[in-house]
């Protein structure tokens, strides 16, 4: 059996890996999928204030809502799978539970986006890529949106300019 974890977090980017297991599990049928959604944790403010048990079942909800989807497509291909939820940081929650339920991958999707923004952005991918020894294979999701695509680089090359502007006044 290959022990693959696919962290989903509900957005249409989180899907095109469940599309990806649900092809690969046709192809071989010896996949144990594992399915972790990753709830962050209140801030102290809030946890003065809430019940524990009220917190918690919230955190359930929530991660209900968010495997929904994905819970539904795995069914209606017919496929098995656990779920787990978890509270806490996604790569922290990610890395461990690839370690503890002994993955032998984790399967996760991204969306597209050009070397610069991930260059300069620390997204959940390139945390757990850098910090867990288990192989990643990522998917790619939906194209960056237009902001993302021109936008952001635009910003951040006038960013340098000026960078470059005040260094050559000094």
């Not at 819970?71 to 790569?91: C, F, T, W």
């Not at 990643?136 to 300019?161: D, K, L, M, T, Y």
């Amino acid at each position: 059996m290959l022990r693959v974890l696919v962290p989903s977090d509900g957005s249409a980017n989180s899907l095109y890996a469940i599309r990806y297991v649900i092809d690969e599990f046709k192809k071989r049928q010896d996949l144990e999928i594992h399915l972790l959604n990753v709830q962050p944790l209140f801030s102290k403010l809030i946890t003065d204030y809430i019940d524990k048990s009220d917190r918690m079942d919230f955190h359930q909800e929530q991660a209900d809502a968010a495997l929904l989807t994905t819970r539904q497509m795995l069914d209606a291909a017919g496929i098995p799978y656990s779920v787990h939820a978890e509270l806490g940081n996604k790569v922290d929650c990610i890395v461990d539970a690839a370690r503890r339920l002994q993955c032998d991958s984790i399967i996760m999707s991204t969306a597209r986006k050009s070397s610069l923004i991930r260059l300069v952005e620390n997204s959940v991918t390139n945390q757990v890529l850098e910090r867990t020894s288990v192989p990643v294979e990522v998917i790619a999701g939906q194209a960056a949106s237009r902001f993302e695509r021109i936008g952001i680089p635009a910003g951040v090359g006038a960013g340098a300019g000026i960078v470059a502007l005040w260094m050559a006044s000094s």
